[in-house]
């Protein structure tokens, strides 16, 4: 079973600030793991995933994620956010073929 | 190329009809998924597919029914359509089912 849990489901920046999604995720396995960003109308984009290679990813627009498996934290970063930032952020955990999708963190950017 | 390609875009339904929502990729992609996205919530995983002839159930397969019978299609049933089934619906692919998905642009389907 896997399951994965997005610890904000609401995040509030100011533009030019640092950006911190969490996600932790539970799997009886070795998962892969990634990040989707959701824009407003728009269908989902692949920001970056982890495949047991490197364990901090980086993605695109600025943005990585590091793996800490003593943790099972899967968190997303960005130094600093851009208006064009604002969406819908999913975390998503990944074996055998089937994928769970965090409930999502909404992140608003404010000028 | 056209990547996944889901039809129709949007639909309304009166309560205990049924219909078919269309999915094709032209990736070859052996692995082929429905989920479906309420509003404020993630994705949930209705059903998937490793391959032609074979599907499984995901975490809310009630009131659905898929099947596999090329690895292009995976067309998506509703039987007896429900209000509880109002919500949009993608379909996706990925080839080993460890990579990327590759997601369609979604149905948004009313029950009324």
């Known amino acids: 079973a896997q399951s994965v849990t997005q610890l904000d489901s609401h995040v509030s920046v100011s533009e030019g600030t640092p950006v911190l999604l969490r996600c932790n995720y539970s799997s009886s396995y070795s998962p892969s793991l990634f990040w989707y960003v959701q824009h407003p109308n728009k269908g989902l984009q692949l920001l970056l995933k982890?495949?047991?290679?490197?364990?901090l990813v980086k993605g695109i627009n600025g943005f990585e994620a590091e793996f800490k498996k003593s943790e099972t934290s899967f968190h997303l970063t960005k130094p600093s956010a851009h208006m064009s930032d604002a969406a819908e952020y999913f975390c998503?955990?990944?074996?055998?073929?089937?994928?769970?999708f965090g409930d999502g963190t909404t992140l608003t950017v404010k000028p | 190329n056209a990547g996944v390609t889901q039809t129709p875009k949007f639909r309304i339904l009166k309560i205990g009809q049924s219909m078919t929502l269309q999915c094709a990729q032209d990736m070859n992609h052996n692995y082929m998924y429905w989920y479906r996205q309420d509003p404020g919530m993630g994705l949930k995983l209705i059903y998937y597919s490793v391959g032609a002839g074979i599907t499984d159930k995901g975490e809310v397969p009630n009131g659905y029914n898929v099947s596999r019978s090329t690895t292009e299609d995976f067309p998506l049933r509703l039987e007896l359509a429900a209000p509880s089934q109002t919500s949009v619906y993608f379909c996706?692919?990925?080839?080993?089912?460890?990579?990327?998905?590759?997601f369609g642009s979604g149905t948004q389907l009313s029950v009324l």
């Open positions: 996706a692919s990925s080839y080993t089912g460890q990579e990327k998905l590759f």
């Open positions: 998503v955990v990944t074996h055998a073929g089937k994928s769970t």
């Open positions: 982890y495949t047991s290679a490197a364990t």
